[in-house]
């Protein structure tokens, strides 16, 4: 039920769909007044989502911050939450747009803030083939000399709530004690936190992948740009999202 409910919200609120049904009944509306403010809203609309500076003041007030830089508090394991590759050919896979997750984990393993690294991520399309995120970079983590023993694997998740659940379990079977680093793109964290919270796992943010910049009034962040309206579709997910499993129980 909640699942379908976060489709049909999202559905509603993307930003895209409302400008093209604003165009939609502007031009099949038969009253010139109508036709006009309809008009004139997409227009508005239109600007307002593919204008960098209120995307930016977006970002700022939901990402969470960086973890600090000067902390050298040492965890038992990073959790690194997939998304950061896709399947390739012949079963392979290669690092998409979010590939500073793995970075980031990989990272914390190399100065040894942290001594395990679990890889959540299955395969979340609605079709999916043989390619499980996990094993696959299981494959690239030990390019980087880090030792089987270290390294956790939960490759059957297909969402946020199955990667607590699912972590939760092959922690608790490897006696790692917690609290646990988080490592997601900046803007998943903040739903991400509140479902391992859900789930009972301590966690610390980690954030990484961060999409914007600092917010200024410079004079091309007021400039429509296509690629803002697209990453507004991330936030407006992470919402939908947040708001659904909040409610759930």
Known sequence: ??????K???FILLPLYWIIALLVIALIS??????????????????????????????KAWDIEPY???????????????????????????????ADRFIQGVKLMD???????????????LLPGGFRE??????????????????????????????????????EKSHLPPPYLLVTSAFHMRRSLMIFKKAGINVVPYPSNYLGSEVNFA???????????SNWEYYTKEVVGYVVNYFKK
């Open 68 to 98: 600090p830089a000067n902390d050298s508090k040492k965890y038992s394991c990073v959790i690194v939450l997939g998304g950061f590759s896709s399947s390739g050919k012949f079963a392979g896979g290669y690092f998409n747009s979010a």
């Open 219 to 229: 004079l091309n962040n007021f400039l429509p740009e296509a690629n803002t309206l």
């Open 111 to 125: 100065t040894k803030q942290a001594s395990h690294i679990l890889i959540s991520g299955g395969n979340g399309s």
């Open 30 to 59: 038969k009253n010139p007044k109508r036709k006009k403010k309809f008009l004139l809203a997409a227009i508005i609309v239109c600007y307002l989502f593919t204008t960098p500076f209120f995307l930016k003041a977006f970002e």
């Open 1 to 6: 039920m909640y699942f379908i409910i976060s």
């Open 134 to 171: 996990a094993d696959w970079v299981k494959t690239q983590l030990t390019q980087f000399n880090i030792p089987d023993s270290l390294i956790l694997i939960e490759s059957n998740s297909k969402n946020t709530i199955e990667n607590a659940q699912f972590s939760k379990t092959l922690l």
């Open 8 to 10: 049909i919200l999202l």
